[in-house]
């Protein structure tokens, strides 16, 4: 693969984009905005297929937009993609997991600590998950035209599963019990206000995403439908596998996972 540098001068995108058939974008946080360049310059370029930066929760719930900023420049991005002309189509992956079980993760698990903070929610709540390299798969997937075109928005993860059977899975992992404590929703929406005010706009959005993953009313999971992977345990190995690469260090720093 490539690696070409630009300064998103439309002389340079276009050059860039020329004789290009499917532009795939993986912008993330403030950068998303910059996805609207490249589909004007894609216009200008022919190109035919575009997959714009989501590869999270999904953008068309009303009430993760309100909690979440970076998902009201998303949906502007496929507001302007529905008027280009242009065939595209979002993806929805759900949590990433590596992101999620980081220190600061939206999970609330801390491995190396042994705690995790819970947010009243139902307990049969199943949120969807996907690793890195899955969701590689989905964008290759649609891509090369695995999913009917004309559907704008898809939901695809690797696994779904409640908190429940996430903390037992670390909790075997580390063999020792997890510390619980009790997330406040107006607590954390108060402390969110506080950092974004302060400059750390990307540690409120990690609080705020807790709030949207756990809280009932948001709706943040009805989009994705059980699997058949879910009957089986399938997908625990992998959630050991990465809270090892977390107490080794191999997963670390900023990403809240949404």
């Not at 507001?79 to 189509?89: C, D, H, R």
């Not at 908190?163 to 404590?181: A, F, Q, S, T």
């Not at 089986?232 to 720093?253: I, Q």
């Amino acid at each position: 693969m490539a690696h070409i540098q630009t300064d998103f001068s439309s002389s340079d995108l276009v050059t860039h984009l020329n004789e290009t058939e499917t532009v795939i974008c993986v912008f993330t946080g403030s950068d998303i905005h910059l996805t609207a360049s490249i589909i004007d310059e894609s216009l200008k370029a022919g190109v035919k297929f575009f997959i714009p930066s989501e590869y999270s929760l999904d953008t068309s719930n009303p009430k993760i937009r309100e909690l979440l900023p970076p998902y009201q420049t998303r949906l502007e991005i496929q507001q302007k993609l529905k008027t280009s002309g242009i065939n595209w189509k979002a993806i929805y992956s759900g949590i990433i997991l590596e992101d999620a079980l980081k220190t600061d993760g939206i999970l609330g698990i801390d491995a190396l600590w042994a705690s995790v903070v819970i947010f009243p929610h139902k307990k049969e709540t199943k949120i969807a998950f996907s690793t890195y390299r899955d969701i590689a798969k989905y964008i290759a997937e649609v891509a090369n035209g695995g999913e009917k075109r004309e559907i704008n928005e898809v939901h695809m993860c690797s696994f779904r599963a409640n908190l429940g059977e996430i903390v037992e899975v670390v909790e075997k992992e580390i063999d020792k019990p997890l510390e619980r404590y009790e997330g406040i929703y107006e607590g954390a929406k108060k402390e969110a206000a506080e950092r974004m005010k302060m400059g750390f706009f990307d540690g409120g959005v990690a609080l705020l995403g807790r709030v949207a993953v756990w809280n009932d009313e948001v709706d943040a999971w009805s989009g994705w439908k059980e699997d058949v992977s879910e009957k089986d345990d399938g997908w625990k190995p992998e959630v050991r596998k990465v809270v090892r690469m977390v107490k080794d260090g191999e997963v670390g720093g900023g990403g809240c996972g949404c």
